[in-house]
């Protein structure tokens, strides 16, 4: 009986000494460099965005922040990796739509799981799209480009350079709008095949995009409301399909396992990051948006939403992989 008792109270007291060591690696942390994985090559918007992030996160850890790239199959790579990488806050990588919300519903093996391997930290960013036009199409606004592609069904032609792209298309394919896709493998291939008036519409980034604005003409963004850069286009859903909101987005992240108290410290300071005006002027630069301030289950619910949302558009739209 006295063994059996000695060994209740050991086992009792596992769960607090798990806590203890728990809070002392976070009272510690960090004590060495800490990597951002970007799953991504390097001068990609995300890429920019993260080495912004990773400066202001070293300043105020007071220990070294780096970003590394690991791109590949169109982020799975890196993604992969970071899912495998051990959960003590030392590794972390800036999450993604296409990687995270995406790729799960277009591929069959991505190599992990975008909910189970990871414990999402803050939201940093969306990414709103831009509808655009040849001058030569003879359109000004969304609903004049709608009423060009109801009488001429599936004979407009636009240009996609991406998984999102395709699913602004899809969103607005489903109120009887008859635009036909093209797809192409990246900005700059899409970008050429609009400015030579060889397919008349673009769906893009607006960091893409923007540099050709005058060359072409701008009719929507997709976010729901008009962009805090761009207060002149107006969004889709202020031009007669009410309630459409379709962006990017990225989201700092940690291997799932990372204790509570690192994820805590590490959110705390991005959330006081992101709050900074030099923020939000860096991120409208690179066209996107300051994501809003969420707690911890608001953001696991939203990002959740976001991966049924895009899951739901890309199988009922029979989206594959290229």
């Known amino acids: ?32 460099p800490i990597k951002i994985v970007v799953a991504y090559p390097p001068g990609q ?40 990488a051990t959960p003590d806050g030392y590794t972390l ?92 493998k990246g900005s700059g291939e899409a970008m050429t095949a609009l400015l030579g008036n060889q397919v ?11 540099a050709q604005f005058g060359r072409i003409k701008p009719l929507a963004v997709t976010s729901a409301k008009a962009m805090t850069a761009l207060p002149e286009i107006r969004p889709v859903a202020e031009q007669g399909l009410e309630g459409f909101s379709v962006v990017a987005w990225n989201a700092l992240m940690a291997p799932r396992g990372t204790p509570v108290e690192v994820r805590e410290r590490l959110a705390a300071e991005m959330r006081k990051i ?14 996107f948006e300051p994501a809003p301030p969420m707690d911890h289950a608001q953001l696991v619910a939203w990002l959740r939403s976001e991966r049924l949302t895009d899951a739901e558009i890309i199988r009922s739209a029979g989206m594959k992989a290229d």
């Open 1 to 32: 009986m006295t063994s059996l008792f000695r060994l209740a109270r050991r086992l009792a007291a596992l769960p607090l000494a798990f806590a203890l060591t728990a809070g002392a690696l976070a009272q510690g942390y960090p004590n060495r």
């Open 45 to 84: 918007s995300t890429d920019i965005a993260t080495r912004y992030f990773a400066a202001k996160l070293s300043a105020a850890l007071h220990e070294g922040v780096v970003v590394e790239n690991r791109p590949g199959a169109f982020g799975n790579i890196g993604t992969a990796y970071a899912a495998r």
């Open 93 to 184: 990588i800036m999450g993604a739509s296409g990687t995270h919300a995406m790729n799960p519903a277009l591929y069959d093996n991505i190599g992990f799981d975008a909910e189970k391997d990871f414990d999402p930290i803050v939201a940093t960013a969306f990414i709103p799209m831009v509808i655009s036009v040849h001058p030569s199409l003879g359109v000004q606004t969304l609903p004049e480009l709608i009423k060009l592609a109801r009488s001429r069904p599936d004979k407009v032609d636009v240009a996609l350079p991406s998984v999102t792209a395709q699913l602004v298309l899809e969103m607005i394919r489903r109120q009887n709008v008859p635009l036909f896709s093209i797809k192409y």
């Open 200 to 210: 008349p519409v673009l769906i893009d980034t607006v960091a893409a995009s923007r």
């Open 274 to 287: 992101l709050a900074l005006p030099e923020t939000a002027k860096a991120l409208h630069e690179l066209g």
